[in-house]
């Protein structure tokens, strides 16, 4: 088993000044350590997204006291993340260390803290006296992911607003925890430029409802961000991993229809726009629709416009080039005003570019 290993360390005063009889002592102590001396009953308990707690003891306390006066030891776990151990077995590992000096080879009981959500860990149980350290077997647990206790998914998705639901059990690991600890990052230019906003909360559950914040037809990025007490008395930061969102897009509500009466010199690019989206098309206003053209599909530079009173439009394209391939795309104007009280301008938005060609 990769993980399992067994270490004995040795300290200086030991290899320096040892008699024969302690030299006899670490060598039926290393045959032990292959007889399974080390083993050890430890049981993770208590798991939450940043703690767990391990208890349990070691299983050959009295073969040890044969050995070795352990009247003065120090009990502790050692542990790592459980992809730095992969990464770097071959190298330098730094464990971090965690003791309770009441424990005790045949009790001991710790807790770890400040561990990271979802993610697996290695520990070992080690026990010190003044001239040695001794390693149990390396063993495995992973904390419980973030979203037991914090998540949040987009629930209604409009032009200009958003609205978030999600699961809030902050309390299970937060001790003293309030609604202003909690909060919406919301990326505008990531990472730099962000608004944070407060969740209304009931129960369990927590929503954000958020009108006028965005743009339509972008696309943001989000994250959780909770701060507090933990239960343990340290004080945690947790963040939710940056997820994606984007507005309704105006863009998708312009339908064109097949190019018609496509000739050696003109052709008619013809379609409509949703009412219901693009408001002002159905209020028998004038409206501009405009069609961007050209050989040269980075470079658009041809420009044929149209005006209508209605959702529909039609501009004929003329002084085409014979057995020639054109590409194109529609704007249309979205007027905000019809889905804001607050908010009053128009904003421009394309259709995907299309292509056909000339007889």
């Known amino acids: 088993m990769l993980f399992a290993l067994l270490t004995l360390s040795v300290a200086n005063p030991l290899l320096t000044s040892c008699d024969d009889d302690d030299e006899s002592k670490v060598y039926i102590l290393e045959k032990e350590i292959e007889a399974g001396l080390l083993a050890d009953n430890s049981v993770?308990?208590?798991?939450?997204c940043i703690s767990a707690t391990i208890q349990g003891k070691l299983l050959h306390e009295e073969k040890l006291n044969d050995i070795f006066d352990l009247t003065d030891t120090e009990v502790g776990i050692q542990y790592i993340k459980e992809e730095d151990f992969i990464a770097n077995k071959d190298g330098q590992l730094y464990w971090h260390s965690v003791c309770n000096h009441e424990a005790t080879l045949s009790d001991f009981k710790l807790q770890l803290d400040y561990l990271e959500p979802g993610t697996s860990y290695l520990y070992r149980i080690y026990f010190t006296t003044l001239n040695f350290t001794l390693y149990g077997e390396v063993k495995q647990f992973t904390t419980l992911?973030?979203?037991?206790?914090?998540?949040?998914?987009?629930?209604?998705?409009g032009f200009l607003s958003m609205k978030f639901a999600g699961l809030n059990r902050l309390d299970d690991i937060f001790e003293d925890y309030s609604e202003k600890d909690i909060k919406l990052r919301i990326y505008i230019e990531y990472p730099s430029?962000?608004?944070d906003f407060n969740?209304?909360?009931?129960?369990?559950?927590?929503?954000f409802s958020l009108t006028n914040n965005f743009s339509a037809g972008h696309t943001y990025k989000y994250q959780l961000i909770a701060s507090g007490k933990a239960k343990s008395g340290?004080?945690?930061?947790?963040?939710?991993?940056?997820?994606?969102?984007?507005?309704?897009?105006p863009a998708e509500y312009i339908y064109l229809n097949e190019p018609s009466e496509i000739s050696s010199t003109s052709a008619i690019i013809s379609g409509q726009v949703d009412p219901t989206v693009f408001v002002a098309f159905s209020k028998n206003e004038l409206n501009l629709a405009t069609v961007y053209y050209s050989t040269d599909i980075n470079h658009l530079s041809n420009i044929e416009t149209c005006w209508t009173r209605t959702n529909e439009f039609e501009m004929t394209l003329k002084n085409l080039q014979p057995a020639t391939t054109y590409y194109y795309k529609v704007r249309?104007?979205?007027?905000?005003?019809?889905?804001?009280?607050s908010l009053s301008y128009v904003d421009d938005f394309y259709t995907e570019i299309h292509s056909f060609t000339t007889k």
């Open 234 to 249: 340290f004080w945690e930061t947790l963040r939710s991993p940056i997820k994606t969102f984007s507005t309704r897009n």
């Open 44 to 48: 993770v308990t208590d798991t939450t």
């Open 199 to 207: 969740p209304t909360l009931k129960g369990d559950s927590m929503y």
């Open 332 to 341: 249309a104007r979205w007027d905000t005003s019809y889905f804001s009280e």
């Open 193 to 195: 430029y962000y608004n």
């Open 145 to 157: 992911p973030l979203e037991r206790y914090l998540s949040l998914e987009v629930v209604e998705q």
